[in-house]
């Protein structure tokens, strides 16, 4: 299985790229982002490219992977309205839609997060299901994940201070959510793993929530 990963340098990204470089099913992995991962394995490719909202120039190195892990994403704390919907919805639109018509029969993973509703008054929940809403309606097959709390592993820490703060606090209290309320905690490897899982065979389901997650 050939993947391409979009986001590898955040949270979720991490975990994900060191399991696809420990999962034998994995052929290869090409990283698309702004920074560069600093890492090297024989299985990892990169693009470092500016400005993701354009793709045109690079779009020949994109040709012939079969799946797509969409993990790029940021915090909507201190957003506008319109500055998060040009990074939740525009910006993972133009890559699916690019992806969608250089590599119809593949899958798209997009890691979304528990509460998203299009509907929602919330704004990040909106958007992100307004997002996956259209991602379902692109012609190839598309999975949404919802995790709920992710406990970071193996030295895995997330780019946005808040979430470090966060993760600061919660983390200790891991065991005690794990334990009396399993449905809404997960892990990095758990996640990376389901969603390897996911883009090799498929899901039963487009929306998987985060109990779902764990169970694959």
Not at 20 to 37: D, F, H, I, K, W
Not at 43 to 55: P, Q, R
Not at 194 to 208: D, E, K, T, Y
Request: aromatic share 8%; proline share 6%.
């Amino acid at each position: 299985m050939k993947i391409i990963i979009f986001g590898a340098t955040g949270m979720v990204g991490q975990g994900l790229l060191r399991e696809s470089l420990l999962n034998p099913a994995v052929e290869q992995v090409l990283c698309v982002g702004r920074t560069p991962t600093g890492q090297s394995h024989p299985k990892l490719g990169e693009i470092v490219h500016c400005n993701l909202y354009d793709l045109a120039s690079i779009e020949h190195e994109l040709v012939g992977y079969d799946a797509c892990l969409f993990c790029l994403g940021v915090s909507a704390a201190g957003m506008t309205e319109a500055a998060y919907r040009s990074i939740t919805y525009d910006l993972t639109m133009h890559v699916a839609q690019t992806l969608a018509r250089l590599n119809p029969q593949s899958r798209f993973l997009y890691v979304s997060g528990s509460g998203t509703n299009p509907n929602s008054r919330t704004m990040w929940a909106r958007i992100k299901g307004q997002t996956e809403q259209a991602l379902l309606a692109l012609p190839f097959e598309a999975f949404m994940l919802h995790p709920g709390f992710i406990q970071p592993q193996h030295g895995v820490v997330s780019k946005t201070r808040l979430y470090r703060l966060l993760y600061r606090l919660i983390g200790p209290l891991y065991p005690v959510l794990k334990r009396f309320m399993p449905q809404y905690v997960t892990t990095t490897d758990q996640l990376a793993q389901a969603m390897l899982r996911v883009a090799q065979n498929g899901a039963p389901q487009p929306i998987l929530e985060n109990n779902m997650i764990n169970q694959l």
